[in-house]
Nanobody, 118 residues
């Protein structure tokens, strides 16, 4: 099982980025997927989650700015981020959750760094 995250970078406040996570080694269609982030000196936190049937949940801090989506044809999960703020600066991790008919344990991608400057 592998989760390959990409799309991070350095942007100015107010700009946008789109993160991608490509899954391999398992059928991601049946797996709940999520994006988490960890800022320097802080604990990892859930940013957005999408269930295997497409139900989404967001952290309050990103509601209205971030959108999680999935493309089961290419086994990918995306995080569209608009109106980025300096407090969004963090390493973003793709996460596959234990799910009925999906994976049986937690899997994490390697992380992709997002830096937002004011």
């Amino acid at each position: 099982v592998q989760l390959q995250a990409s799309g991070g970078g350095s942007v100015q406040a107010g700009e946008s980025l789109r993160l991608s996570c490509t899954a391999s080694g398992f059928d991601s269609r049946y797996t709940h997927m999520a994006w988490h982030r960890q800022a320097p000196g802080k604990e990892r936190e859930l940013v957005a989650r999408i269930s295997n049937v497409g139900t989404t949940n967001y952290a309050d801090s990103v509601k209205g700015r971030f959108t999680i989506s999935r493309d089961n044809v290419v086994h990918a999960v995306y995080l569209q981020m608009i109106n980025l703020k300096p407090e969004d600066t963090a390493v973003y991790y793709c996460h596959a959750e234990p799910s009925p008919f999906g994976v049986s344990r937690h899997y994490w991608g390697q992380g992709t760094l997002v830096t937002v400057s004011s």
